[in-house]
């Protein structure tokens, strides 16, 4: 009886947000035993992405969390946090759910299906590099005698856990411990280290994936953000699905 994995993805309306989806749903169809929580930043679910979903045989859940509105109008934006809290509090409310592990799939990285392998095994909490973040090209754990004793990053901060939302993974359980402290904070640069502060109890809780932290199997591909406008669906299943 192997855990389940419950992949969240948080995704906006962009020009690129639907090739992005078509690409990320056909790397989770090869994904055993996984729930995909897909979370919109917008006030209804968009029929576009309801008839993806459909089609592409992943057992799922479509929600909305809109941004609040105080952060439409400023510089730098907590992207993708009140979906992800979306996604937690989905998983919280659940206490039927089947035993499993949570991971931040964000629609435009690109995984190595040997990740979703991998991260199956998270007891705890798991951390493993990602690659072509930042300047160094590199995000990852620093693992000393099977232990994740501190971590490479081209930005600390202040942050306690400097790493991307793409190099963790969590066993639910792990958050059902202290349910009132599993947020995301809506903080530009310390959504990862206030969601980790708030579950992650000792450092000998952090399990190391990939190879003892030695191989790649997720990249922070951003695609650049389009200057043109969306194109607007027409609603319905329409052919727009196919465009
Ligand atoms: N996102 C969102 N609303 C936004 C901007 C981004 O829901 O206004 C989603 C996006 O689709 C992605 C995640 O949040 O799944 C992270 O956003 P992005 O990739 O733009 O951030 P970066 O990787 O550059 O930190
Ligand atoms: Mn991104």
């Given at each position: 009886n192997q855990p389940v994995l419950y992949i969240v993805t948080p995704t906006f309306a962009r020009r690129e947000q639907f090739p992005e989806l078509t690409r990320l749903s056909q790397t989770l169809f090869h994904v055993p035993h996984m729930i995909w929580l897909l979370i919109e930043d917008t006030s209804e679910c968009s029929p576009i992405l309801s008839s993806l979903l459909e089609r592409c045989q992943i057992p799922y859940v479509h929600m909305v969390a809109p941004m609040p509105a105080q952060f439409l109008v400023t510089a730098k934006k907590p992207r993708g946090v009140s979906q992800r809290n979306a996604a937690l509090q989905w998983i919280l409310t659940?206490?039927?759910?089947?035993e499993g592990v949570l991971y931040f799939a964000d629609d435009d990285n690109t995984f190595d299906l040997r990740l979703f392998k991998d991260i199956r095994k998270t007891q705890k909490v798991s951390m493993f590099p990602i690659g072509l973040m930042g300047e160094t090209g590199i995000n990852s754990p620093v693992v000393r005698n099977g232990q994740v004793v501190g971590f490479i990053s081209d930005w600390f901060g202040k942050r306690k856990f400097p790493v991307d939302m793409g190099e963790f993974a969590v066993n639910i359980r792990y958050l059902t411990y202290n349910p009132a402290k599993v947020a995301m904070p809506f903080m530009v640069g310390y959504e990862e280290d206030g969601f980790l502060r708030g579950i992650v109890k000792k450092w000998s809780d952090i399990e190391p994936l990939a190879e003892g932290c030695t191989k790649?199997?997720?990249?922070?591909t951003t695609a650049e953000e389009s200057l043109l406008p969306v194109i607007n669906s027409r609603g319905g299943d329409s052919n727009l699905r196919d465009l």
């Open positions: 659940h206490p039927e759910l089947p790649v199997w997720v990249w922070h």
